[in-house]
């Protein structure tokens, strides 16, 4: 009888620990293995008959040990520790390590990923000011905001628009248990323009419902419903928060293997999960809809871009000859055709902030290639963006890769205490001493291309190519004032773009009127209104 009740005690013991553990049921996985250690060892402790002696000094064996039931454990442990050590270890497999991140190409123009960008596609809100924004307008509705909480904010591209998203979280057990339902949608926060922000309750007139989600319990818990609902053999990872083109929620799930024993985790597909109903989709890594933004999960392609940087030599390697290191963590970028990239800098191992070049790696089929590009970490590029506002004490926010005219250029925000963006910088990734900051983008760009203008484009001659001269005759001018700068914009015959220029690039520009000659000279861009380089008023000849 006592053996009855002790099986049915590991019984319900070992569905609690699967129910709330989730073990993988596969090789290469700890946690099964664990839990059936630990079951075993009860069940072990228990059978052996332990009682006190009369003097209540000693312990008595009732019963000899089953050494079936030794030998089994002593298997697990093998499984747990001796199988790990020789499938795992680095230094019997540091060529798969190196390999895992797969072919490396070398890039040669930085314009096949990252194409030219107007001023009113650059991100200027991050995932800290969205946060703040999404809390804002969640503070606006009190009886919103006492039900619920923000979940973590992921950017997405919709409808060609850069978006953060974040859904509407439970805030607790009882606040689950009254609202079973769902939490009522989700937050958008447009990342270039900050005050975009839309709280969405409701899609094709149809009230939103988040009902599985992180934050619920039982079987709304998203891992639990897609663990119990075919799952429970493979590997999930990055739990992220994306919509599709038509606004509806969804759960985007990576699915992954481990191929170098317990560990080289690498993705093999999605489980795309209905927020709202709990369908489950899944796919394969080509076949993946198209809205979709990251199938590869930021930490499975740092920890193999850092394998292919310290084992490019080998594992005995103690001199560091040749290895290389990630930056600053991993950035989601957006290059070309709407594609998205994990972005981030190199740097040799030892140095601080002097990066050899940068990695852009597909969020979806995790092609990689690296530019070799000497120049600033992100770090250092900070630095020089906080340096030339030391005076007001702004911190600078996580730069992003851009391509302005060709230099690949770090774009930041710079904020206050309260984190609020006060102005704007531009560095050069090659030299982060070319630096351009501004209360507004525009000002910033202009800013930016003089003072690279004036380094002699000593970092990239190639960039010549992208200059144009004209000599026509102006038709419009006016002054303009932003933030105490008089700028000054202007049309000519012939062309039929915008121009602006500051008494800066030339004194002439502020006593040029209608009807005069002019020579102009710009780098050619995507934008409507054009920074002048340089300026020659024809008509004035002055010694």
């Known amino acids: 009888m006592k053996k009855v009740v002790l099986i049915l005690f590991l019984l319900v013991i070992g569905f609690l620990l699967f129910y709330l553990n989730l073990p993988v049921l596969q090789y290469g996985f700890y946690g099964i293995g664990f839990i059936t250690f630990l079951l075993l060892f009860i069940y072990f402790f228990f059978s052996l008959g332990i009682k006190v002696d009369n003097s209540g000094k000693k312990f008595i064996i009732g019963s000899r040990p089953n050494k079936y039931l030794l030998i089994l454990m002593g298997l697990i442990l093998v499984y747990l520790t001796v199988i790990p050590l020789f499938s795992t270890a680095t230094i019997f497999h540091t060529g798969s390590y190196q390999k895992m991140i797969g072919k490396v190409e070398n890039g040669q123009k930085l314009s096949k990923h990252i194409a030219p960008i107007s001023l009113d596609k650059i991100r200027v809100v991050d995932q800290d000011l969205a946060y703040l924004l999404g809390e804002k307008i969640i503070g606006s509705q009190p009886a919103l905001g006492s039900q619920i909480e923000l979940g973590k904010f992921s ?7 850069l978006y953060w998203i974040a859904p509407l979280l439970h805030s607790g057990f009882f606040k689950w248990l009254n609202n079973k339902k769902g939490t009522p949608g989700y937050v958008m926060v447009s990342a270039t323009n900050e005050r975009d922000v839309k709280l969405v309750q409701e899609i094709d007139g149809k009230p939103l419902r988040i009902k599985f989600q992180p934050n619920a319990y039982f079987q709304s818990d998203i891992h639990r419903h897609v663990y119990f609902n075919g799952f429970a053999s493979v590997g999930l990872a990055d739990f992220t928060f994306e919509i599709d083109e038509k606004g509806n929620p969804f759960w985007v799930i990576t699915t992954y293997i481990k191929e170098i024993g317990f560990s080289g985790k690498n993705t093999t597909g999605i489980v795309v999960v209905d927020a709202q109903t709990g369908a489950i989709q899944n796919y394969s890594i080509q076949n993946s809809p198209s809205w979709v933004d990251r199938i590869q999960p930021a930490e499975f392609i740092e920890d193999q871009l850092n394998d292919w940087g310290e084992y490019v030599n080998g594992y005995w390697n103690f001199s560091n000859t040749n290895k290389l290191q990630i930056t600053e963590g991993l950035t989601l970028v957006y290059g070309q055709n709407d594609k998205s ?12 902030e002097s990066a050899v070049g940068f990695v852009l790696v597909d969020t979806r089929t995790k092609e990689t290639t690296f530019y070799k ?13 906080e340096g030339k506002v030391q005076e007001k004490g702004y911190k600078a926010s996580l730069p992003i890769p851009y391509n302005i005219n060709g230099i690949p250029t770090y774009v930041m925000t710079l904020k206050d205490d309260g984190g609020l963006v006060k102005m704007y910088a531009m560095v050069a990734i090659n030299d982060y001493t070319i630096v351009g900051v501004g209360n507004s983008m525009r000002e910033t760009l202009t800013s930016f291309k003089s003072v690279y203008n004036m380094a002699g484009n000593k970092i990239n001659p190639s960039n010549v190519a992208a200059k144009k001269s004209i000599s026509s005759v102006i038709k419009r ?9 008089s700028f000054y914009y202007f049309t000519i015959k012939d062309y039929p773009n915008i121009f602006v220029g500051s008494s800066q690039v030339s004194n002439e520009i502020p006593v040029t009127v209608v009807g005069d000659s002019v020579k102009v000279s710009f780098d050619i861009d995507n934008e409507q209104v054009i920074d002048v380089t340089s300026f020659d008023n024809l008509n004035l000849k002055l010694k």
């Open 155 to 161: 950017i997405q591209k919709v409808n060609n628009e």
């Open 341 to 352: 990239y994990w972005y981030t800098g190199l740097t040799s191992v030892g140095s601080d």
């Open 373 to 385: 590009q000497s120049g600033a970490t992100e770090f250092a590029a900070q630095s020089s963006a």
């Open 477 to 485: 001018i006016q002054s303009d004032v932003k933030n105490g700068n």
